[in-house]
């Protein structure tokens, strides 16, 4: 069924006066969404040469917007890799995570069921070192909280 259902959303914008326009690629890439839970490469790419793109530009748009994800994934850890957090055991803290998650390349866990990624900075230096999970602030973190918050998210 999927397969039916992707063919019917290629060939819709394929016929679409202007395919390639951004606004496009990004309503197409959503609906891909919408069908399998989130926009694998290999989909990406196919859904590029259904409207005569490179699908290099679809995968960036997968990564680029925060709405689209590349592997079905249910929770999203963003652990702070700024200055202030790595003074004050950001590092230490983001081992326990991928300790816990073994995270892939792509910083899908093991299970495939959480994203692990980095940011910057997550402009909450006063409560260093900060996670954030799902959109939740946890500050003042501990490599031992850290495990327990991604052991949380794996079960759920």
Not at 16 to 26: G, I, M, S, T
Not at 82 to 111: I, K
């Amino acid at each position: 069924m999927n397969e039916e259902q992707l063919s019917e959303i290629f060939d819709y914008y394929a016929a679409l006066p202007d395919p390639r326009r951004q606004e496009n690629l990004v309503a197409m890439l959503r609906e891909i969404q919408d069908v399998l839970g989130c926009v694998p490469d290999g989909v990406a790419a196919q859904a590029a040469r259904a409207v005569g793109e490179k699908p290099v530009v679809l995968t960036s748009l997968v990564r680029r917007f925060s709405t689209l994800k590349s592997a079905a994934w249910s929770h999203r850890i963003t652990a702070c890799s700024g200055a202030r957090c790595g003074a004050r055991q950001g590092a230490e803290v983001y081992r326990a995570l991928c300790e816990v998650l073994r995270p892939g390349p792509d910083g899908v866990s093991e299970n495939g069921r959480v994203l692990l990624c980095t940011q910057n900075c997550l402009k909450q230096c006063r409560t260093s070192p900060n996670v954030l999970a799902d959109g939740v602030l946890h500050p003042h973190m501990t490599p031992e909280s850290a495990r327990e918050l991604a052991r949380k998210l794996l079960e759920e």
